[in-house]
């Protein structure tokens, strides 16, 4: 008798029936890994670390008890995963915080923070505006996972507006940026975990989020002085949002998708300085600012937005070719790319082929993150050698020192997003996501309709549109495959929807709290905010919809 060798047995291909030759029984009990998550995290109150665990846990029973996946096989799936969560997808968060902590350190940030006070000609509303949406859009830019409501809503509360206002305002205020926040890392997550470039998802997403722009700033004018705020200013809001939406457009499918909201946050605000040179608001008594602070010099406002500045010519730098000089094919060179061991080849695509999920790929230079550390560098330099450098320390002591405390800072959430990932990998690669995706698009073309909702959901329960993504991204692929949908439509769709579950999640919700020193009421801010989060879906649910159909196809690259 033939013996079967040893690595046939440790072969595996996903089956879309695996649990008694049925696909509805094997989706339903796919499902149960994000199940247990979502009732751990929300029912039981557990931490996202904790949630994440015990949904990998059931992720591993499901895959080998349920689909025959060898042991082996699963828990090598689980750190792929866990590998790609910290290079590049957590490389690129924890680069993006420690750039900005920079400035903070440096006290530049105070500067930075005063140039958007001192712009409004006195109107507190005006302020209020550009802090929390064009202020908070280009820290939703650098450092996300809550960085950009904990800032702005104490900047707020500073200017002079009730505490929960200015939490309702700033949680508002942090939907449209969210799909290109922390470098676009939710769009690059997608990408890589589906194989569909980012580049394309990324033009995809800026033909859906700006739609979002337009309106948010009039919505904020609105939170902040109700109609009386909106009647007097929404010209200035209607430009601002305008040229936010438009640069979030053209960068998205132009420039460099990971510079997306850091262009889209100063071409606002600087729309909005030229507009106040030649328009003056209608402002109330009640609504003038009371801030008061030593005029800037231009030296030190340069200073102050020059680490943007700076980060917008390295990114733009990485991605052209100059007089023959291919850049980015130069940066691209130097890449690993590993067929990961005792995986690659025993996990099988349908053909019998060896999946090309197994293989892990990290771009060194060309990865955004990388290029963070290149821009945190350079302005490291720069801050030491300015003439003001004894008012505003800087060192290399001071930049590597705060390099660890974000480290340290970060430590939990690191080791919560490879865990999300190490989930998903085990997910994807045992055909969990493969089997719902395929159960779920029974549902033909109206799956379109229903696309956003995943996203919403997945970064309502998160709090991350990046652990979103790595919930949904394939699930959301396989289903547009099956039901005969554009799959990059329906991937953007999941990022776009996780923009508006962002205001809603319990972890924004008690940041929002904790910075207005109201810790306790999640839940009121939670009622003030949900009709504005689910209307917000609905229209997108709308969108992405007609896009799929002949009558808005056309909007699609």
């Given amino acids: ?215 948010v700033p009039q919505l904020l004018l609105f939170l902040v002085d109700g109609r009386r705020g909106l009647r007097q200013l929404w010209p200035i809001a209607l430009a601002t ?72 010519a390295v990114f733009a730098l990485a991605k052209l070719d100059i007089g023959g000089l291919d850049i980015p094919g130069l940066l691209g060179s130097l890449t690993v790319q590993l067929d990961w061991p005792g995986l690659y080849g025993n996990l099988l695509a349908p053909d019998g082929s060896p ?20 821009s945190g560098l350079l302005v490291m330099l720069i801050y030491s050698r300015a003439k003001d450098a004894d008012r505003f320390p800087m060192t290399a002591r001071s930049g590597l020192s705060c390099a660890g405390r974000t480290l340290r800072n970060m430590r939990t959430a690191i080791a919560t997003v490879a865990t999300v990932m190490a989930l998903s990998y085990v997910m994807n690669q045992s055909g969990q996501t493969l089997a719902i995706g395929t159960w779920l698009a029974a549902a033909g073309g109206l799956f379109a309709l229903l696309s956003p909702v995943l996203g919403w959901l997945g970064t309502a329960v998160t709090g991350s549109d990046t652990s979103s993504n790595a919930l949904f991204a394939t699930l959301q692929q396989t289903a547009g495959k099956t039901a005969g949908i554009d799959p990059t439509l329906l991937v953007a769709a999941n990022t776009t929807g996780g923009v508006v579950g962002k205001l809603i999640s319990p972890q924004n919700l008690t940041i929002a709290a904790t910075a207005v020193e109201r810790p306790g009421t999640e839940r009121i801010l939670l009622r003030k905010v949900a009709g504005y989060s689910v209307a917000m879906l609905a229209v997108l649910c709308v969108l992405v919809y007609l ?11």
């Avoid at 059931?58 to 969560?85: E, H, K, N």
């Avoid at 929960?164 to 205020?173: C, E, H, K, N, R």
């Avoid at 936010?244 to 850091?262: I, K, P």
């Avoid at 209608?282 to 200073?303: C, G, H, I, W």
Wanted: charged share 10%.
């Fill in 1 to 215: 008798m033939a013996t079967t060798p040893p690595a046939a047995l440790a072969a595996y291909t996903p089956d879309v029936a695996a649990v008694g030759d049925s696909l509805t029984t094997t989706a339903l009990l796919g499902l149960a890994p994000l199940a247990t998550f979502f009732l751990l995290l929300m029912a039981a109150k557990r931490s996202a670390l904790h949630s994440a665990l015990g949904a990998l846990l059931t992720a591993l029973l499901v895959a080998v008890l349920g689909y025959g996946m060898p042991l082996r096989l699963g828990a090598l799936s689980a750190t792929q995963g866990a590998a790609f969560g910290l290079f590049p997808v957590m490389l690129i968060v924890v680069s993006a915080i420690w750039f900005y902590e920079l400035t903070v350190v440096s006290h530049r940030f105070d500067d930075l923070r005063r140039s958007f006070n001192a712009v409004g000609r006195g109107d507190l509303r005006i302020q209020a505006m550009l802090i929390a949406f064009c202020f908070g859009g280009l820290l939703e830019a650098l450092a996300g996972f809550g960085a950009p409501v904990a800032i702005t809503a104490a900047m707020l509360m500073a200017l002079g507006l009730p505490r929960l206002t200015s939490a309702v305002t700033v949680l508002v205020a942090n939907t449209a940026p969210v799909a290109f926040g922390a470098m676009a890392i939710p769009i690059t997550t997608a990408g890589n975990l589906t194989g569909i470039p980012a580049e394309s998802l990324a033009a995809v997403i800026g033909r859906q989020s700006p739609l979002l722009a337009l309106f």
């Fill in 241 to 312: 949002g305008t040229v936010f939406a438009l640069a979030q457009f053209w960068c998205s499918a132009h420039f460099a998708y990971e510079l997306t909201d850091v262009v889209a946050a100063l071409a606002g605000f600087g729309a909005a300085v030229v507009m106040l040179r030649f328009w003056t608001p209608t402002t109330p008594d009640d609504q003038r600012s009371q801030v008061t602070a030593e005029p800037l010099t231009r030296r030190r406002t340069f200073l102050a937005v020059l680490p943007y500045l700076l980060v917008i």
């Fill in 355 to 374: 999946a090309g999920s197994a293989v892990y790929k990290l771009e060194v230079l060309a990865n955004p993150g990388t290029l963070l550390l290149l």
């Fill in 547 to 557: 896009q799929s159909l002949p009558v808005l196809s056309w909007m699609l690259p």
